[in-house]
């Protein structure tokens, strides 16, 4: 079935360091994918998404492309900030209307 | 963007109690709706998906008569933990799906369920 690994965490910066997190999927077809942000005791938001090949997707400075050859969805952002610390979700959905699946979660410390 | 709300944001209820959960979407009407569970530093698990006005689909291994989930109109869904046991406890999150051509769905804050 369809599924998506994130690296493990936790991921520790220093302020204005480079930041990478690593998606990759298996799915069937052509799913939508995404970057969720969860911070300390709250729900998700929504970061970022793409939904098709060679898309690319931002917000705050954060970026990830769609690469259907290598089937990842590498989460970036150039220098981080200590409010960036969170734990980042990538999910991918297969269907519109259908149920988002998400990796497991890579938590971000970002120390000052 | 859309706004999701859940209530209560935390409850300590004792073993044996039942727990009603409720997800309202605030500026939209959400035909589908979903739950799911997060245990600490792991994963959102999806536990059901609801659409207005029939049953819940529950996923494998959810047990449908422990966790009954009504979705009586287009912004409202509960969720009601039967029974609870502290192994019950855990983050509940909700999240909404709008209807339409631009389809997204949006989270709810959750809501920390403590079983004593």
């Known amino acids: 079935g369809d599924s998506v690994t994130q690296m493990e965490g936790p991921v520790t910066l220093s302020e204005e360091a480079f930041l990478t997190i690593n998606c990759t999927y298996t799915?069937?077809?052509?799913?939508?994918l995404f970057w969720y942000v969860q911070y300390p005791g709250e729900g998700l938001q929504l970061l970022l998404k793409?939904?098709?090949?060679?898309d690319k997707g931002s917000n705050k400075g954060f970026e990830a492309t769609y690469r259907k050859e290598t089937t990842s969805f590498h989460l970036e952002k150039g220098s981080v900030q200590v409010s960036d610390s969170a734990v980042y979700f990538c999910?991918?959905?297969?269907?519109?209307?259908?149920?988002?699946?998400f990796g497991q979660g890579t938590e971000l410390s970002v120390k000052p | 963007g859309a706004v999701v709300s859940q209530h209560p944001s935390w409850v300590i209820c004792k073993s044996g109690t039942s727990v009603k959960i409720e997800c309202r979407s605030l500026d939209f009407q959400a035909t589908t709706m979903f739950w799911y569970r997060q245990f600490p530093k792991q994963s959102l698990m999806l536990m059901a998906t609801s659409n207005e006005g029939s049953k819940a689909t529950y996923e494998q291994g959810v047990e449908k008569d422990k966790f009954l989930i009504n979705h009586a109109s287009l912004t409202l869904s509960t969720l009601t933990v039967t029974s609870a046991h502290p192994e019950d406890s855990s983050f509940y999150i909700c999240?909404?799906?709008?209807?339409?051509?631009?389809?997204?769905?949006?989270f709810g804050p959750g809501t920390r369920l403590t079983v004593t």
């Open positions: 793409a939904t098709k090949a060679d």
């Open positions: 799915a069937t077809g052509y799913p939508s």
């Open positions: 999910a991918l959905r297969n269907n519109q209307g259908g149920k988002l699946i």
């Open positions: 999240s909404a799906g709008t209807s339409g051509v631009s389809y997204e769905q949006y």
